[in-house]
């Protein structure tokens, strides 16, 4: 009775810690994310003020360059998002099939 309780304590354990990293992920990815304000608005309102051309141009390259950054970012998590999923639905079809009453008992 008491391995029993081992096994089904270590399997709430795990599917508690699969969660935990699911919804982390599940934040990152698609909550946690940077307000999304169009690029030339950013430049817009960064460069009313400046005369200089130059200038400018390089505030622009900064702001597509971080605009790019951000991008490869919520790229990367989704992704890492998809893997978690992944793993948590195969350990939970893996603890289906092994306490499946359609298995056959030996």
């Keep these: 009775m008491k391995k029993i309780f081992l ?6 354990l795990l599917l508690a810690s699969y ?3 699911f919804v982390g992920t599940g934040y990152i990815a698609f909550i946690a994310k940077d307000p999304d304000i ?4 950013k430049v817009a309102a960064m460069t009313d003020r400046m ?8 505030l622009i390259n900064i702001y597509k360059q ?3 950054e951000h991008e490869t970012k919520a ?3 989704a992704q890492a998002f998809n893997v978690v999923l992944g793993s948590l639905v195969g350990f939970l079809s893996a603890s289906a099939v ?4 359609w298995r056959q008992r030996e």
């Design 98 to 101: 092994k306490v499946s009453p």
């Design 51 to 58: 005369p200089d051309a130059e200038t400018k141009a390089a």
């Design 75 to 77: 790229e990367m998590a």
């Design 19 to 21: 969660l935990v990293v």
């Design 66 to 68: 971080e605009e790019a």
């Design 7 to 12: 096994r089904r304590r270590r399997w709430w």
């Design 38 to 41: 169009p690029l030339m608005q």
